[in-house]
């Protein structure tokens, strides 16, 4: 009887383990994809100009198009209102930036709390315990009311920057430096998608055909995903067929 018991937890801790040893490194991949990959080329970090910040009585110049777009929190950091300036050679992005640090350590934490989710799962299951579930449910739940408030709080923490001169600071790429564009899904690419897993069907239906997605460098060298939701289906097809081009 002794020698059963014995077997069995050995059996219980190795499956747990095993899960946990996926999961976590499933979720640990994902996160580094998101935050290492380097880039050709090094995107410009200036302060924006009348047209690229939405002032009033900005014109746009000759041989350039803008579009007004809400950004979604993917690796290129922008979060709210935006404005994209397709140039001849460049593309502008300009509007509220959440800070670096404070951005990975927020996808850091939902991360985690995911891939802690699958080893309590198998944990409730091989031991039979509900206080295991109850943590399972716990550590989901959690890491959905991180994603909420970060994705709530996000456009005003990088509104303060705009304060002082009512300019936003603009992120300047050159147009031969993007890549992978898309329209609808695809704009979590890079990682985000594994840190976002149980919410992308639901997200990718109520998008629709409005994301406007594609790879870039950031002023770090590091090629980042920008995600646009446009404001209607033909700017969303325009756009993207300019970045195309």
Do not use: C
Request: hydrophobic share 55%; glycine share 10%; proline share 4%.
């Amino acid at each position: 009887m002794i020698a059963g018991s014995f077997w069995q937890t050995v059996w219980q801790t190795f499956v747990i383990a095993l899960v946990a040893a996926a999961s976590f490194a499933w979720f640990g991949a994902a996160v580094f994809r998101l935050f290492s990959r380097r880039a050709g080329a090094l995107a410009r970090l200036r302060e924006g100009s009348a047209l690229e910040s939405g002032l009033v009585g900005a014109v746009v110049p000759e041989g350039q198009r803008a579009f007004d777009a809400w950004s979604y929190r993917v690796g290129a950091r922008f979060a709210g209102r935006v404005r994209v300036v397709v140039g001849p050679e460049t593309v502008s992005i300009a509007g509220p930036r959440v800070p670096r640090g404070l951005y990975r350590a927020w996808i850091v934490v939902q991360a985690l709390l995911l891939a802690a989710v699958a080893p309590l799962a198998a944990g409730a299951l091989v031991v039979w315990s509900a206080v295991l579930v109850w943590l399972a449910v716990a550590a989901f739940v959690l890491s959905w009311l991180v994603s909420s408030l970060g994705a709530g709080l996000w456009p005003g923490l990088g509104e303060f920057e705009s304060l002082e001169t009512g300019r936003f600071r603009a992120l300047e790429v050159p147009r031969t430096s993007v890549r992978e564009v898309d329209v609808g899904p695809g704009w979590s690419k890079g990682g985000l998608d594994v840190v976002l897993l149980p919410y992308m069907r639901a997200l990718n239906v109520m998008l629709g055909a409005r994301p406007v997605s594609f790879f870039a460098p950031d002023e770090d060298g590091l090629e980042v995903r920008f995600a646009l939701h446009m404001t209607s289906d033909e700017d969303a097809q325009v756009l993207a067929g300019l970045l195309r081009s």
